[in-house]
């Protein structure tokens, strides 16, 4: 009995200090050991400064200006680059939208801003890890073309994030960073295959969103050329009425009449939900995730109404996205998305192979 005990007290030892030693296992869990030595290391303030370093060294393509950890890793558009290539070589000047979401308690931070790239305007989307006062994880998404450069002119005009987006929640209003996650996560789980057939209460009657800088709701006059789906983008509606037969979802529409329509069910699949930054004081949950686009026979399908619709991309595609969410009293009332078209099926360089196929939400 006794030498059953000393073996399972060893185990304990062993157990704890591969835990210790290994500090990503302490940070799988927000508010553990690791997460408040961050949130003492370095606040709001802070690090917002890395970020504006960042984008600094990327204009200068001068790495070395980054206090960085040794083994930095550094993604962009999903792949894994040596620090210096990339956008890094070619960024040309800064832009004036700046948004930071901090969350000093994972001692992260999402930046979403504009900028240019060989003198045309681009959108990034950045997450930062310090650790120790140093860069650790650097993963970008840059959005170019028509798409990004309309939207970039838009968000300049804009001056600076929506007001709501860094509202306060009060104390007593305010929630876990696991229920934000859950909130956000129900819009990737309402759309992917929508049906137009379940509970999408989780949409505040005031939800907005933008895409690319674009606004893809309650917009009765949108940009003209192609939705995020790819598709042209159709006749604006105020409101979804089944009546009209749409067979294609409007921008003019609200967040959730889009979702209640059923058009939105060619998004085959929503993956690698990865959720790193949350900011519980403001509400705001900053996530990386794709949009497949299966094509073929998944853009046939049957709307709430019992219509046959055939819509959505002729060939696969995949979406790499950093998507933004406003969360109070469990619900969605800000949407702001960076949206680079993929390689069908890519994934983000941060992820093991069945993490980056699952639809489960990961933190």
């Not at 308690?105 to 003198?119: H, N, R």
């Not at 085959?268 to 299966?294: A, K, M, N, P, T």
């Amino acid at each position: 009995m006794r030498g059953k005990l000393l073996f399972i007290c060893a185990i304990g030892i062993l157990v704890v200090g591969a835990v210790v030693g290994h500090p990503n296992l302490l940070r799988a869990f927000p508010g553990g050991p690791q997460s408040s030595a961050a949130s003492s290391a370095c606040d709001r303030t802070c690090l917002n400064n890395f970020v504006d370093e960042y984008v600094d060294a990327v204009v200068a393509h001068d790495p070395s200006r980054l206090p960085m950890t040794k083994f930095v890793k550094f993604t962009e558009n999903g792949q894994k680059l040596e620090l210096g290539d990339g956008f890094w070589r070619t960024a040309t000047g800064k832009g004036t939208y700046k948004f930071y979401v901090d969350d000093p308690q994972a001692g992260q931070v999402g930046f979403e801003g504009t900028m240019q790239e060989a003198g045309q305007p681009v959108i990034v989307a950045v997450r930062l890890k310090i650790e120790n006062q140093k860069i650790s994880e650097i993963e970008t998404i840059v959005a170019r073309g028509q798409f990004a450069q309309g939207g970039a002119a838009n968000l300049e005009k804009l001056g600076s994030p929506r007001a709501a987006f860094l509202e306060e929640i009060p104390e007593a209003e305010r929630t876990t960073r696991l229920d934000l996650i859950k909130t956000a996560n129900k819009y990737f789980s309402g759309m992917q295959q929508d049906d137009g057939k379940h509970d999408y209460s989780f949409f505040a009657d005031d939800c907005d969103r933008l895409e690319n800088g674009m606004k893809t709701t309650n917009n009765l006059n949108p940009m003209p050329g192609l939705t995020a789906a790819g598709t042209p983008r159709p006749a604006p509606s105020p409101k979804y009425d089944p009546a009209m037969k749409p067979t294609t979802y409007s921008a003019g529409w609200s967040c959730r009449d889009q979702f209640q329509s059923g058009l939105l069910h060619f998004v085959s699949l929503i993956r690698d939900r990865r959720y790193l930054v949350v900011d519980q004081e403001r509400g705001i949950v900053f996530s990386f995730v794709f949009f497949d686009h299966q094509a073929g026979n998944t853009r046939n399908f049957e709307t709430p109404d019992g219509r046959a619709v055939t819509a959505g991309p002729t060939t696969p595609f995949t979406w790499e996205i950093a998507e933004i969410f406003k969360v109070r009293k469990n619900q969605l009332h800000e949407i702001e998305a960076v949206l680079n078209q993929g390689t069908y099926g890519q994934g983000s360089g941060w992820s093991s192979w069945e993490n980056s196929r699952s639809d489960q939400p990961q933190w």
